[in-house]
């Protein structure tokens, strides 16, 4: 049995600013996918941009070749949950429910960050799933407060998604440490018990990414090893940001509002 660390790696002031600094590039990335994302537009052509845009901002989309992975952002239509590969023949139509993960590394430090979009006009329902997602995303960015513990996030997420409605809540998937690496320790779930787990610290950097469905929560994935769908082929929304404990609160990397 594994031990689990009781502590997460403490970034300092200077970090969590090159951090930030990854985290607008990202922000800005999904900011020009969100707009050109509309019906007739190939998941491909959205990888492209995507691509352009870090590479042009100086640093390296870190999806690309990440474990093999062959672009720089996931895209994930309908019922695909997270890990969607962009293609040509991936052409998005009207009523179509994209999620776009995006990360990007600029001086060793990175930035990931996902949304869901509406393509087109898109069923209420469709809007509902990705509301209650980015809700529950941002209920647990809320709970990212010094002198908590991990899961206290996590049942901030689950709480959220709980009372918004009868979605499916994944948990095969969760978020993730982030800082020098894209994924670094601990797992962040996105449901349990709140109060237990590693201490949240100022400087402590988390990336908050629940996942919901319109159906069941079980996954399958396909078999070109990435992408994971839903197992009864309802709709899935992904909303991620990273974030950063500090004295005043979380702040939101990838935002760029914050
Ligand atoms: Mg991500
Ligand atoms: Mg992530």
Redesign the pocket.
């Known amino acids: 049995m594994l031990r689990r660390r009781r502590t997460i790696e403490v970034k300092s002031p200077g970090q969590l600013e090159a951090m930030r600094a990854a985290g607008i590039i990202v922000a800005k990335t999904l900011a020009l996918i969100s707009a050109a994302a509309k019906p007739g537009v190939s998941t491909a052509e959205l990888d492209a941009l995507a691509e352009q845009t870090i590479r042009d901002a100086g640093a390296v989309p870190s999806f690309k070749g990440y474990h093999g992975f062959p672009a720089s952002i996931c895209a994930s239509v309908n019922e695909q949950i997270v890990h969607g590969i962009p293609s040509r023949g991936a052409v998005l139509a009207d009523g179509d429910l994209i999620s776009v993960?995006c990360?990007a590394i600029l001086d060793g430090w990175h930035g990931?960050s996902?949304v869901t979009l509406a393509v087109g006009s898109v069923a209420l329902e469709d809007l509902a799933l990705s509301k209650a997602t980015k809700n529950a995303m941002w209920a647990g960015v809320k709970a990212a407060v010094p002198g908590g513990r991990l899961t206290d996030i996590s049942h901030a997420v689950e709480t959220a998604a709980t009372q918004a409605g009868d979605f499916g809540q994944i948990i095969e998937y969760g978020?993730?440490g982030?800082g020098r690496e894209?994924?670094m320790e601990p797992f962040l779930p996105n449901v349990g018990k709140p109060g237990k787990g590693p201490r949240l610290e100022v400087g402590v950097t988390l990336?908050i990414?629940p996942m919901l469905t319109r159906g069941t929560n079980k996954t399958v994935e396909l078999d070109d090893g990435w992408t994971v769908i839903t197992a009864d082929g309802s709709r899935a929304a992904h909303w991620?940001h990273t974030v950063a404990i500090t004295a005043d609160g979380p702040w939101v990397l990838t935002e760029p509002a914050q």
């Open positions: 993960d990360g990931d996902a978020g993730h982030i894209m994924h990336a990414e991620e």
